[in-house]
């Protein structure tokens, strides 16, 4: 054989070789459990109570925990490898495990969880994963990443996760799966390893609605009665501003499997970030100014604030000393938080007490007993592997704004998923007032294969959709409007609201926000007319009674502004703006 026949061979060998093993290492990246488990064991139910009896209702179901949860005669690990090696087994098992396995299902082993369930991205160089089977090259989402992924890649039929800034809610959303945020203190939490006590709930996953309700009833003791229809389904405009894709994806699926089961009458618009302003004075004293002495930018944004802070400060007093004793190998960005100079804590952590009493009242009372608020779940698709995108300020304070909302107040919270979007799964939450969770959860599973259906129609190609409706078009120029009237560009924003008129006349925001671009640049006749058909429309209407307000006191109908400002103040009591206005005016002529 020729010297260039046998480098021709050492070349196709070191070819194939070389195939081989980057097959390998794929074939790696992706394990048969995708990286969920950091445990397999096996506890069993208790036997099946004779007949007439009925079994037990999770009966042939299959459960996993995240490695938050005690299990007698195991090593609760914490997501680090340095806790399982200075912490001995648990002695007893965590209350809510043991009520799942009264139940009727069977557990069969912990998930790995964020290290030391910190983070949201769901990442762990301890456990090496997990992979997210919904996209792979995506980031599964955290805490409970092991849990949320195990039910995604169908390993279980449900599992038990921790909620803390979103350890429940983000993962299900990562991953394509339900996911639950108990009202806070609903369920125990002996036999779980605390990170924030102020915050810390638990919850779990599924893919089925009725699934998710059935371990509800388990979990939380809850009667089976008929269900309650909601009265009012409110949409967080704001909230959805945040959002990174088309809202035809998400809200006006919502909007149209909403009127589809429940009717156009429930549904409502509402501005969180106003009403929380209004509501929740505590807000105001808490970070009122940042470091450099400026203004914070919203209160929804100090509710995140107060939310990491809150959450920051009760992990380092629970793990702190461990740390600083064991001198555990840990990931830079867990380091951090516990390096992370805080400002004296007392004064601090009293406003953050107090902003959680009143933003719960502020949202009950919204709510009461038969409403939902609905927001994004996350506002972005799910970053990458590896990308450092989730640790820049302005991607944190987007999505932690959103989950802060349930966080701080210790409402219940749904992620319902609602298929892809750019190949990546995306979703959207229900979230009901405070000990509203059987009514959340009957709610979901009513709504759910209508969302479904909705989905499926939004996801089409344009080409092969229906012609797209006049409704859907005006809401997508409202929202061109609105990126133009934050760029400043009030022109431009009124050209954009009008369109939206033009298509759908009957919407009392589109006037609205014509109205108030029309007052940024001075036109206040305009303005004033706006305000009057957004009023003819929608009655209760606060901001168009203010924006008409402070049109007719530019234009000198004084009398008339004071008249517009009390009735924003009848509508909204606590409305700052209304009392300031409507006393400044009574002064000046008296």
């Known amino acids: 054989m020729s010297s260039a026949a046998t480098n021709l061979f050492v070349l196709l060998g070191l070819g194939l070789a070389g ?12 394990r048969e459990d995708f990286g969920a488990f950091v445990d397999r064991f096996q506890l069993l139910p208790p036997p099946q109570p004779a007949p007439p009896k009925a079994p037990h209702p999770l009966t042939a179901l299959t459960f996993a925990v995240s490695d938050v949860f005690d299990i007698d005669g195991h090593v609760t690990g914490f997501g680090n490898l340095d806790w399982v090696r200075t912490h001995e087994a648990a002695a007893r ?3 809510v495990v043991s009520m799942v396995i009264e139940g009727g299902a069977t557990c069969i082993g912990k998930t790995v969880v964020d290290e030391m369930a910190v983070s949201i991205s769901g990442e762990n160089k301890h456990y090496d994963g997990p992979t997210n089977p919904a996209a792979n090259a995506r980031m599964p989402g955290g805490s409970s990443s092991g849990s949320a992924v195990a039910v995604a890649a ?41 990170v924030s006590q102020s915050l810390d709930t638990v919850g779990w996953f599924a893919k089925d609605p009725n699934l998710l309700r059935r371990v509800g009833h388990v979990l939380l003791q809850l009667p089976y009665v008929d269900a309650r229809a909601p009265r009012n389904i409110i949409i967080a405009d704001d909230c959805f501003e945040l959002l990174k894709i088309p809202s035809s994806r998400v809200s006006q699926v919502v909007i149209k499997s909403t009127e589809k089961i429940f009717g156009k009458q429930v549904l409502k618009h509402a501005n969180v970030g106003d009403y929380l302003d209004s ?11 940042n470091r450099n002495g400026e203004l914070k930018a919203s209160s929804m944004k100090s509710l995140a604030n107060a939310m990491l802070f809150l959450h920051r400060h009760e992990f380092k007093t629970n793990h702190g000393e461990w740390i600083s004793s064991s001198n555990p190998v840990m990931d830079p960005v867990v380091t951090a938080l516990l390096h992370e100079d805080l400002e004296p804590a007392d004064a601090k952590i009293n406003s953050c007490q107090s902003i959680r009493s009143e933003i719960r009242s502020a949202l009950n009372t919204i709510l009461k007993d038969d409403g939902i608020l ?49 190949k990546c799964p995306i979703s959207v939450s229900f979230i009901a007032r405070h000990g509203g969770d059987r009514f959340l959860l009957d709610t979901i599973n009513a709504l759910y294969s209508s969302l479904q259906e ?38 431009k924003a009124i050209s954009f609201y009008t369109e939206a008129i033009k298509l759908n006349g009957k919407n009392a925001t589109y006037y609205g926000n014509r109205a108030a671009a029309y007052l ?31 049109a007719r006191e530019m234009l000198g109908y004084f009398k008339d502004a004071i008249e517009d400002f009390k009735m924003a103040l009848v509508l909204e009591p606590t409305n700052k703006r209304a009392s300031l206005s409507a006393e400044r005016l009574r002064k000046l002529f008296q």
Do not use: W
């Open 19 to 30: 195939i081989f093993i980057v097959t390998r290492k794929l074939k790696k990246a992706i």
């Open 93 to 95: 098992t965590s209350p």
């Open 154 to 194: 169908g390993l279980v039929d449900f599992s038990l996760g921790l909620d803390t800034i979103g350890g429940v809610r983000v993962p299900a959303s990562f991953c394509g799966v339900l996911g639950i945020r108990t009202s806070y203190g609903s369920l125990s939490n002996l036999g779980m390893i605390s």
């Open 279 to 289: 509501k929740v004075p505590s807000l105001n004293q808490f970070n009122k100014t």
């Open 374 to 422: 609905v927001i994004p779940t996350f506002a972005d698709l799910p970053p990458k592997v590896g990308s450092k995108e989730v640790l820049s300020v302005e991607y944190q304070s987007r999505n932690f704004t959103l989950l802060a909302i349930a966080s701080m107040s210790g409402c219940c919270q749904v992620s319902v998923p609602l298929g892809y979007y750019d």
């Open 454 to 491: 909705e989905v499926d129609v939004a996801s089409k190609p344009n080409f092969t959709r229906n012609v797209i409706s006049p409704e859907e078009s005006a809401e997508a120029a409202k929202e061109k409007g609105n990126a133009a009237f934050k760029d400043k560009q009030h022109q």
């Open 520 to 550: 940024e640049l001075g036109s206040f006749l305009q303005a004033e007319a706006d305000c009057n058909m957004a009023i003819t429309l929608d009655k209760k209407n606060v901001k168009a009674y203010l924006r008409r307000g402070t």
